[in-house]
């Protein structure tokens, strides 16, 4: 079965703390690995789209990388505005493109 | 930029009522996807729709019906509710054919059944 697995489930970083989450998945065939921010009671907000091993993709102090098997969204100094859950999601269905998403990472920013 | 519109924000519904949720995509967004959330959990995938045929189908009740309209919005029909239905209901839209698969998500409709 297609599975998409989040690590760790919750995280609390002290302001300038740089870590790293986890997104491993057990699709055949993926077809892309999205990443989204959820602030709560709000929609997930886009944030990076990866389509082959070894692609890499920043923005401010976000950074997403993907293997064959997982993906990390590394976190750089983060701000205690960068608290949020963050989602992975994969496309392995090109006819649909449905999303499977991960259970989430809920990240905590302490100032 | 112009975003994913759903409405209504909130919906307070009694057991066994029904309620209707509306999703506007993005302008020259032609697929549209619904998700639910319960509290703690991810998006659960629930239908799709492309063109207005529907182009997939997840863990959606049978209580449940959606369609998409020629202007594209799509309406997420729901019956006999249930206390289990409360939840965030999510829209997403795409545009069919581009070389992106990146879904946008609308804010959502929190519906309260009590």
């Known amino acids: 079965e297609d599975q998409v697995t989040q690590s760790p489930e919750a995280l609390r970083l002290q302001e300038g703390e740089s870590s790293s989450l986890n997104c491993s998945y057990t699709?055949?065939?993926?077809?892309?690995l999205f990443w989204y921010r959820q602030d709560p009671g709000k929609g997930p907000e886009f944030l990076f789209t990866l389509y082959s091993a070894g692609e890499e993709k920043e923005k401010e102090r976000l950074k997403a990388t993907l293997t064959k098997k997982e993906s990390f969204l590394h976190i750089t100094a983060p701000k205690p505005e960068d608290s949020a859950t963050y989602l992975c999601a994969v496309v392995f269905d090109i006819g649909t493109y449905k999303y499977i998403f991960g259970t989430g990472t809920r990240l905590k920013v302490l100032a | 930029a112009a975003g994913v519109i759903q409405s209504p924000r909130h919906l307070i519904k009694e057991k066994r009522e029904t309620a209707t949720l509306k999703c506007y995509p993005i302008p020259r967004h032609d697929t549209v996807y619904w998700y639910q959330q319960g509290p703690g959990q991810d998006p659960q995938f629930l239908i799709s729709f492309y063109e207005k045929m529907q182009s997939d189908k997840g863990s959606i009740p049978d209580r449940f019906s959606a369609q998409q309209f020629s202007d594209y919005h799509s309406e997420l029909n729901m019956s006999s509710l249930e206390l289990g239905d409360s939840a965030l209901y999510f829209c997403?839209?795409?545009?069919?054919?581009?070389?992106?698969?990146?879904?946008?998500f609308g804010p959502g409709t929190r519906l309260t059944v009590t």
């Open positions: 997403a839209s795409r545009q069919h054919g581009t070389a992106s698969y990146e879904q946008y």
């Open positions: 699709v055949s065939g993926l077809r892309g």
